[in-house]
């Protein structure tokens, strides 16, 4: 199994910080990357998929990069809608999500 | 407009079962996979089982094989959980998901709300 490894767990910031996500995969997934976001007692919501490509009505200061096993999720402005749990998920075999990082007002 | 209603949630006792249903609107059912996910109380997200466009093809994740089956129900535009031999670790939310493109390995575009399965005694 593919194991994907989120950093960091938790995040501590304020609005309009630049916030840096990154995700490690243990093998190569080339760029099957996903990026959700969830609020508490809601769905997760796919903000990029392709590991770059932002879905239709998500605010351009998220984006995706990255390739093979490493992957970094940026927010250029933390907005107060987005404090929030991401969690990045490879689809290259089968599924598998990181274990989250929850940002948090500092 | 797309939407995916999950229903058949709610307390069971261990080993006992459940069967979750997701009942799917919006797009054309027969094209997609589809799949479900399940996150444990304040914990993150576990994918658990896909089944293919037509529904003659599954996955399970480990931690469900030869206890949980996926299915499919094109006719009923329905995607199906029988859930068996329950333990508390499978205490949980249970998501219905859809592929963007249908592909059977694809990112969630859309996600039901989820449904609560208690196992307890």
């Known amino acids: 199994d593919i194991q994907m490894t989120q950093s960091p767990s938790t995040l501590s910031a304020s609005v309009g910080d630049r916030v840096t996500i990154t995700c490690r995969a243990s093998q190569s997934i080339s760029t099957w990357l996903a990026w959700y976001q969830q609020k508490p007692g809601k769905a997760p919501k796919l903000l990029i998929s392709k590991a770059s490509s932002l879905e239709s009505g998500v605010p351009s200061r998220f984006s995706g990069s990255g390739s093979g096993t490493e992957f970094t999720l940026v927010i250029s402005s933390l907005q107060p809608d987005d404090f929030a749990t991401y969690y990045c998920q490879q689809y290259s075999s089968y599924y598998m999500f990181g274990q989250g990082t929850k940002v948090e007002v500092k | 407009e797309v939407q995916l209603v999950e229903s058949g949630g709610g307390l069971v006792q261990p080993g006992g079962s459940l069967r979750l249903s997701c009942a799917a609107s919006g797009f054309t059912f027969s094209s997609f996979a589809m799949s479900w996910v399940r996150q444990a109380p304040g914990k993150g997200l576990e994918w658990i089982a896909s089944?293919?466009?037509?529904?003659?093809?599954?996955d399970h994740a480990n931690s469900v094989r030869g206890r949980f089956t996926i299915s499919k129900d094109t006719s009923k535009n329905t995607v199906f959980l029988q859930m068996n031999s329950l333990r508390g670790e499978d205490t949980a939310i249970y998501y219905c998901a859809k592929p963007q493109h249908g592909y059977h390995l694809d990112a969630f575009d859309t996600w039901g709300q989820g449904t609560m399965v208690t196992v307890s005694s």
């Open positions: 089944v293919s466009d037509r529904g003659r093809g599954t």
